[in-house]
């Protein structure tokens, strides 16, 4: 056992170097070409970021456990880190000789999300040896928990939202666009999945598939999760100051380690609870379709004082009592299989 925590700290000490490093290089480049280039291709940024914690997770299995990796995973693995270097690359080169039309970077960074994420549906989904079942990419596994699981977190997204819109109403908020989002959920997760979930699978392996059952394994299933959540925050800093709130920075970083520390607790939950990793995959998909619903389709917002109290308390209610369910109550994490 000690050997196991031994190794889980020199793992989680490179995953988090690789992530945040590539992170803060990234940054750097967003911030020096921020103001030669369209709000729309900063966009693409936070697309390609998506990506990096998976990238720094593969990087790091690979290190440590190369022999135990079977051919199946290994392709997905390579499709992956090809996938992330090449966006991180078109990311780099349309930035700087092609800024006057940033239609082309859009289009050959959903492109290349696109034909890797069908490349990805296509290895993990035909796969008859169970080889994923490891990483726990099985999707049938526990799928009545799976429903389950993200019918609630419809619900209660609906309800913070309700609830902030009742306390301060947005009259760009449409109520029959989030019907009819809602209506055409379910196709537009089948479709994601297909050809666009690798963005998802990118935060959602590194986060929770990799990182929350190590860092529980150290500190405890609770505490292994709220240390989880600022991390996971933090790493929203370069977006923060040029995409999602140039004009109020600080107050959007505040925001987004407290609401990713309470939606940690929620998504750890549902990770245990249901023990497969589509479920905080597909939480994640629907968290950031909504969103698009309540905020116009518009990354940008201005964060005022009132706002990120309001907001706080609103996700610190909805959120923070899952880490009192039965799934937090053991002192030590399932350790992770790869």
């Given amino acids: 056992m000690n050997n196991y925590l031994s190794n889980a700290k020199k793992e989680v000490s490179m995953a988090l170097i690789i992530n945040f490093g590539i992170t803060a290089l990234m940054g750097i480049i967003l911030v020096v070409a921020y103001k030669k280039i369209p709000t729309t291709s900063t966009s ?3 697309v390609v970021q998506m990506l ?9 299995i690979k290190y440590f456990n190369k ?9 997905f693995f390579n499709i992956f880190i090809a996938t992330t270097i090449i966006s991180i690359c078109a990311l780099f ?3 700087f000789f092609f800024s006057n039309n940033p239609k082309v970077l859009s289009f050959i960074i959903n492109g290349i999300i696109g034909i890797a994420s069908v490349a990805s549906s296509i290895v993990i989904f035909f796969n008859r040896n169970k080889d994923f079942e490891s990483l726990n990419l099985k999707i049938s596994k526990n799928f009545k928990k799976v429903i389950m699981v993200l ?13 902030g819109l009742i306390v301060e109403p947005d009259d760009s908020f449409k109520i029959s666009t989030l019907i009819f989002i809602l209506a055409r959920l379910p196709l537009i997760l089948v479709l994601s999945v297909v050809f666009s979930f690798i963005m998802f699978l990118g935060e959602e392996f590194g986060w929770r598939g990799y990182l929350q059952p190590r860092l529980q394994s150290i ?3 609770k505490l292994g999760v709220l240390i989880l959540g600022p991390i996971w925050g933090i790493w929203h800093l ?9 004009e109020t920075p600080i107050y959007c970083v505040i925001w987004y380690i407290v609401s990713c520390t309470c939606l940690s607790i929620f998504l750890g939950y549902a990770y245990m609870k249901t023990e497969n990793l589509w479920t905080p995959i597909l939480i994640h998909l629907i968290n950031n379709t909504l969103v698009g619903v309540f905020s116009g389709g518009s990354y940008e917002s201005n964060f005022t004082l009132k706002t990120l109290l309001l907001g706080v308390a609103i996700s610190a209610i909805v959120f923070i009592p899952f880490i009192f369910t039965k799934e937090y109550k053991k002192s030590t994490g399932k350790q992770a299989q790869i």
């Fill in 52 to 60: 990096y914690p998976a990238f720094a997770t593969i990087i790091t």
């Fill in 93 to 95: 080169i349309c930035t």
């Fill in 44 to 46: 693409d940024f936070a």
């Fill in 219 to 221: 500190f405890g299933k």
């Fill in 238 to 246: 370069p977006l923060c100051f040029i995409l999602y709130s140039p």
């Fill in 67 to 75: 022999e135990k990796l079977s051919k199946p995973i290994n392709i």
């Fill in 151 to 163: 019918l609630i977190f419809v619900g209660l997204f609906i309800v913070t939202k309700g609830v």
